[in-house]
């Protein structure tokens, strides 16, 4: 099976923050497992949103919906590893783009991970894709 690699530059990172790996993100091989980074992920994903006021449904029903995702392990982390979180808007279409993410210890900058959401915007309402409000591209895709 070929492998993904995922290389984002560094100008594409517009946002960061940091989140503790818990002792309930621990799988049985004894560090991060992928379905909490994955959370975790998203939750800095969320972050971003909240940081530039973008909320994740307006009131006509529109909003973000995750197609596709894509995640290059680089090293191990553990509990209670500090990771900072990368976080920026990248590859842009008429309906959507892609959230690029980079995922380090906060303490040494060791790489943990590489990943990117694909991401459409979508009405909630009407259960339809939609194109990306113009609103979102002038912020964003500039």
Known sequence: MARIKLEFPDNAFSFETRMPVRITDINGANHLGNDALISMLSEARAQFLVEHGIEEADQNGTGII?????????????????????????????????????????????????????????????????????????????
């Open 66 to 142: 995750v197609t596709d995702l894509a995640t290059m392990y680089q090293g191990e982390s553990f509990y209670p590893d500090m990771l900072r979180f990368e976080v920026g808007l990248m590859d842009f279409n008429k309906y959507g783009g892609d959230f690029v993410f980079r995922v380090t210890k906060a303490d040494t900058g060791q790489s943990v991970a590489m990943a990117k959401y694909g991401f459409v915007f979508f009405n909630y309402k009407t259960r339809e894709v939609t194109p990306m409000p113009e609103s979102f591209r002038a912020r964003f895709a500039g």
